[in-house]
């Protein structure tokens, strides 16, 4: 399962949100991908334009329509479909109590179990191949076929930055890099230099999207409402669940 979180250095309010993720997902089979803030940002140092381009093209619509804000840390999304966004839970909830009703929905992708990833990389020239049968039954609508992007994300187990504005010191999962790729290709990696230490991984996820046979005004609609801070992302089903880690070959 997929977690992505949009966070800052300088964000006192992720902190609560984020130890109420962590509770919810501790022991749980999740990856966490966390994106720090990075356009007409001073005191962040982690993102850069990749990894911020991912995040608006992906998120932000449905973030400006809940929000008015395209990059408003915290927001967390559950299975690339469900968004959180602040660290005030509703009424009658608490903050762990949302995630966890999220993660309780999340439901297997419309991709076949005989897909695979294959990878190779000797710390230079990265090969891969993404071989795939879609699987309609799965599909959150009636959807007439399933088309899957796949993006390679470069991730920091953590980076010790002390001058961080909110005082949390360490930041964990950090974002690097976001690079698209083709279903089958190669490429000579150039990995971004490690914040401190040997801590890079390379996390393979594969976006997919739901076409149906005929859209109705409903299936035309980017999200189910747009004032939930609780917000489904896209009707459609554009959604980031499949994942494959590969071990870089640092020391994690």
């Not at 609508?141 to 010790?160: F, K, P, Q």
Request: proline share 6%; hydrophobic share 40%; with cysteine.
């Amino acid at each position: 399962m997929l977690i992505e979180v949009y966070t800052a250095t300088w964000c006192e309010t992720c902190i609560p949100a984020e130890d109420a993720l962590e509770s919810e997902t501790s022991g749980l089979d999740v990856e966490i991908i966390k994106f720090h803030r990075h356009l007409f940002e001073i005191e962040d140092p982690f993102g850069n334009n990749n990894t911020e381009g991912r995040w608006l093209s992906r998120y932000g619509p449905a973030s400006v329509a809940a929000d008015e804000n395209a990059r408003t840390p915290p927001t967390v999304i559950v299975s690339g479909e469900r968004m959180h966004i602040g660290s005030t839970p509703s009424a009658s909830m608490t903050l762990a109590e949302e995630y966890r009703e999220s993660l309780d929905l999340v439901t297997p992708p419309p991709i076949s179990e005989s897909s695979s990833l294959e990878i190779t990389w000797d710390g230079q020239i990265l090969d891969w191949a993404w071989t795939w049968e879609e699987e309609k039954s799965r599909c959150r609508t009636t959807c007439d076929s399933v088309t899957t992007d796949l993006t390679l994300l470069i991730r920091e187990a953590s980076g010790d930055f002390p001058e961080g504005a909110n005082g949390q010191g360490v930041y964990h999962n950090i974002l690097r890099d976001a690079i698209p790729l083709d279903a089958t290709g190669s490429m000579n990696l150039e990995l971004p230099s490690a914040w401190d230490g040997d801590d890079l991984e390379l996390v393979f996820i594969v976006d997919w999207v739901e076409n149906p046979k005929e859209p109705s005004f409903l299936q035309e609609l980017p999200f189910l409402n747009p004032f939930s801070v609780i917000v489904i992302v896209s009707i459609s089903a554009i959604i980031s669940l499949f994942i494959r880690k590969f071990d870089a070959g640092f020391n994690n």
